[in-house]
């Protein structure tokens, strides 16, 4: 059993910049592909970033490409998301998810993760 719990969120003006935190529990955090998805009101929930649980492959989804990057810190049963030059289509509820599969093509599909923590408000004023 993983519990993921996410921080970091808040409210920024566009161009802006902030990272949200995941913190995991369970000993082998590590071997989870971890992932961030969002979910706007009125919208689905859409993938955003994935990282292997080798930590050397990352995904991440279109709208976001070169301006957020996801990492891990094993060692802190942590991952993070770096996001940069915000835009108000950015605001959302951001999860943190985790999957025990070792797969990876999956990896933008919201089933493919068993575990998802309680969400984080981001807010990106113009």
């Known amino acids: 059993q993983v519990h993921l719990v996410e921080s970091g969120g808040g409210l920024v003006q566009a161009g802006g910049s902030l990272r949200l935190s995941c913190a995991a529990s369970?000993?082998?955090?590590?071997?989870?592909?971890m992932a961030w998805f969002r979910q706007a009101p009125g919208k689905e929930r859409e993938f955003v970033a994935a990282?292997?649980?080798?930590?050397?492959?990352?995904d991440y989804a279109d709208s976001v490409k070169g301006r957020f990057t996801i990492s891990r810190d094993d060692a802190k049963n942590t991952v993070y998301l770096t996001m940069n030059t915000l835009k108000p289509e950015d605001t959302a509820v951001y999860y943190c998810?985790?999957?025990?599969?070792?797969?990876?093509?999956?990896?933008?599909?919201?089933?493919?993760?068993?575990?998802w923590g309680q969400g984080t408000q981001v807010t990106v004023s113009s």
């Open positions: 369970g000993r082998t955090f590590s071997r989870y592909t």
């Open positions: 998810a985790a999957s025990q599969s070792t797969g990876w093509i999956a990896r933008q599909r919201a089933t493919y993760y068993d575990y």
């Open positions: 990282i292997k649980w080798s930590g050397s492959i990352t």
